[in-house]
């Protein structure tokens, strides 16, 4: 089965610059997060879709970040215009979410490194 | 407010030897308690998953305990490897799809020879 997977895998750009990452989830999952984690910190949510729908984007800084999921499968984030601060790691995982036990275990992809100077 | 803490923060261990780290949550309700190794560069991946009625969990030389009264975890590794360097995440679900994925802050483990 293949894993998440995300590009790019390294990204540097100056602040106040636009970037986006892309994330194309494992087959068949409806759920699908994007986290950040700053180095040293665990992952923080950003935003969680449901097939093409957002559950929850409470953390999400709108005025700078957005992301969409057209047609509930891959998504894109991005951050426009960049702040130093948002130099970390972009986590994407997707989880089934048929319930049981296995309810929202979430499988990661590798994560795209943003520094931003 | 729903939280996820652990510790220590950092530990370092020699090669061989033994180790627990802990979690502490107030998630609630709660639904099922996760541990994560994430390798550097690397997205967590999953290493043992608990619902409220079960003790404990062995994945190799991994074993997760969980005391759902205190709302307490611990992960404990047994005859540690250079290759268990990383950070472990304790990771605390809501009872509902829509309910909250809690992650803790992690402890990084550094294992010397």
């Known amino acids: 089965e293949a894993g998440v997977a995300q590009s790019p895998r390294y990204k540097i750009i100056e602040k106040r610059q636009s970037v986006a990452f892309w994330c194309n989830p494992i087959s068949g999952h409806a759920t699908l997060y994007w986290y950040q984690q700053i180095l040293g910190q665990g992952p923080k949510l950003l935003i969680q879709?449901?097939?093409?729908?957002?559950?929850?984007d409470s953390q999400l800084p709108k005025d700078r970040f957005s992301a969409e999921r057209l047609k509930g499968v891959d998504s894109t984030l991005k951050i426009q215009p960049a702040k130093l601060e948002d130099s970390a790691v972009y986590l994407c995982a997707s989880s089934l979410d048929r319930g049981g036990l296995r309810a929202h275990e979430q499988y990661f992809g590798p994560g795209t490194r943003l520094t931003v100077t | 407010k729903n939280q996820v803490e652990q510790s220590p923060q950092s530990l370092i261990i020699l090669e061989g030897k033994n180790c627990t780290l802990q979690?502490?949550?107030?998630?609630?309700?709660?639904?099922?308690l996760r541990w994560y190794k994430q390798d550097t560069g690397r997205g967590p991946v999953s290493l043992t998953i608990?619902?409220?009625?079960?003790n404990t969990k062995s994945n190799g030389r991994y074993t997760a305990t969980l005391d759902a009264d205190t709302k307490q975890s611990s992960l404990h590794i047994t005859a540690s490897q250079l290759s268990d360097s990383a950070s472990y995440i304790c990771v605390v679900s809501g009872k509902t799809s829509y309910d909250k994925v809690i992650f803790g802050p992690g402890t990084s483990l550094s294992v010397i020879p």
């Open positions: 608990m619902t409220f009625s079960e």
């Open positions: 879709f449901q097939n093409n729908g957002v559950v929850d």
């Open positions: 979690c502490n949550y107030t998630v609630s309700p709660f639904s099922n």
